[in-house]
């Protein structure tokens, strides 16, 4: 493939897959700044190995440069940022039962204790959640965009899913708190 | 204990990841276990607040453009020449050379500002008209003409 190939199957593959790769990034780390030079980090890495080595699901190949670039980010800034983090914004559905259930269940506030119990889950649990719930990839796909067996994929998303149903519980809707 | 087994089984069927024989075993199950069958329901409603109150990412933003740095048509000619972007044959690389300087001779004052000429048989002596160096202004009796360009010795 030639250079000027390379860059139109870039221009590509930037086009069809910088939205839903930002959108994970986004996710799982919430600096909208930083996420978007991840992205574009990301793009520049599919470059290089383009050359060396194209691959043959392109999407799941550049979810696995977007997922070592996470990991190393969240190397970078270490546990305690995220825990500051979460402790500013932090608004768990324990709180939310002693509040007026009508005024806090609704919008925005909702949108980020919902995003708040996810960032609180433990990085080997939220990265297949958010691939599988957000960006639509089965099993096997993040099986090989993390490095897991397929087992363990499942294992560890019914783990999460658990984690979330019992913390937000007082978000689910009565009926099934009563079934 | 059983149960927990069952349990991973219905996320992987809430995600369509279970085989024909898993789904007809926990079939068989849920029809026995009310304690799954409140568990697929709180999985489902979980599902579907995760879904509903998803914050959406905002839109990524393109990535910030360099402008172009401006440059001379001479600096654009001898970049490109220098790139080989343009070839010129010698011949009229030489004519071309010719003529610039032609026209830098041709063009140039007459008469340097500060330099003592004759004029109407007396001497005086060029000064310069504020910025514009090719034009000329004469001192002593003639300092009241008006402003010349290009004279000649």
Sequence with gaps: ?179 | MHCDRYQELISALHDGELSDAETRELTEHLAACPACRLFQAELTATGTVLQSWDETPPALRPLPTSPEPTRSPLEWIVAHLLRGRISIPVPAFGALLLLVLALLYWGRPAVEVGEQVQFADSDVVTQSLGERSDLIVFSGQFANLEPQGHWRR
């Design chain 1, 1 to 179: 493939m030639n250079r000027k190939r390379q860059d139109e199957r870039l221009n590509d593959l930037y086009r069809e897959h910088s939205g839903s790769i930002f959108g994970f990034l986004y996710r799982a780390l919430r600096d909208r700044e930083r996420c978007e030079e991840l992205t574009h980090d990301c793009f520049i890495i599919c470059r290089k190995r383009l050359v060396e080595s194209p691959p043959d699901n392109e999407r799941f190949f550049l979810y696995g440069i977007a997922h070592n670039l996470y990991r190393e980010e969240r190397r970078r800034l270490g546990r305690q940022r995220r825990l500051m983090v979460e402790k500013r914004d932090r608004l768990t559905g324990e709180e939310i039962t002693q509040r007026d259930q009508h005024d806090e269940l609704v919008g925005a506030q909702t949108a980020g204790i919902v995003r708040n119990e996810i960032g609180r889950l433990p990085d080997e649990l939220q990265v297949p959640l958010i691939l599988r719930e957000y960006q639509d990839c089965n099993y096997e796909e993040i099986a090989g965009i993390v490095g897991i067996p397929v087992g363990t994929v499942r294992s560890r998303i019914f783990r999460a899913r658990k984690i979330l149903a019992e913390r937000l519980r007082p978000l689910l809707e009565p009926k099934h708190e009563v079934e």
